[in-house]
């Protein structure tokens, strides 16, 4: 069974901090490992990392993937107020069917 | 529309009662997902369309639950005499091919069940 793992499950920082959210999986037939973001209801995209070593990067926010030892991390750098929210990790390996963690739920303080 | 249109938005029933939640997704998306997610988990398979090929229902936790999809389009999730644990935010997602990628996501639709 195809299992993914985040961690910390919570994590409460202030304005200004840097963080460092964990995924590992544990999945056969690797395809993709994709992070989004949930604020309220939908979740929205932010990463695809399908390679070992290479960093994907957005403004604050970037990740990479490490295919030998099953994990990638999100980082959050400067963090802010809106960055408040939940990231989930997810790892597409059948055929389009995402296995999700059950994210790490980030509180920035002012 | 623009983007994945769900509803109903929020959804009380009794327990025993049949529901019904429908999921327009982006015009063009072949792929369609639905996804259970209970009170500070992560999002739960259920199941998967993949134009007119046959859906992947592995995720389905019970005969009580079915979904259909007409015409490659809107889908509906059905969830017959429904109990207590049925209670959570289904969502619904679709993706241009459901090859790999991203999935686009609607707002979700919240049932609970008393």
């Known amino acids: 069974e195809d299992k993914v793992v985040q961690s910390p499950l919570s994590l409460v920082v202030h304005e200004g901090d840097t963080v460092t959210l964990n995924c590992s999986y544990e999945?056969?037939?690797?395809?993709?490992l994709l992070w989004y973001k949930q604020e309220k209801k939908a979740p929205t995209f932010l990463f695809m990392l399908?390679?070992?070593?290479i960093e994907k990067k957005s403004g604050r926010l970037s990740s990479i993937l490490d295919k030998k030892e099953l994990f990638s991390i999100l980082n959050i750098t400067a963090t802010q107020t809106g960055d408040s929210a939940v990231y989930l990790c997810?790892?597409?390996?059948?055929?389009?069917?995402?296995?999700f963690g059950d994210g790490t739920t980030l509180t920035v303080k002012p | 529309g623009a983007g994945v249109s769900q509803s109903p938005s929020n959804k009380v029933t009794e327990k025993g009662k049949d529901v019904e939640l429908r999921c327009d997704p982006i015009s063009g998306h072949t792929a369609l997902y639905w996804y259970r997610q209970s009170l500070g988990q992560g999002l739960e398979f259920l199941i998967y369309f993949q134009g007119n090929s046959a859906p992947d229902k592995s995720g389905l936790p019970s005969d009580r639950f079915s979904a259909e999809r007409t015409g490659g389009s809107v889908s509906t999730l059905t969830i017959q005499r429904t109990q207590q644990e049925d209670s959570a935010v289904y969502l619904c997602?679709?993706?241009?091919?459901?090859?790999?990628?991203?999935?686009?996501f609607g707002e979700g639709s919240r049932l609970t069940v008393l």
């Open positions: 999945v056969t037939n690797f395809r993709s």
């Open positions: 997602a679709s993706s241009p091919s459901g090859s790999t990628g991203e999935l686009f």
């Open positions: 399908t390679s070992s070593g």
């Open positions: 997810a790892v597409d390996a059948n055929a389009g069917k995402s296995t």
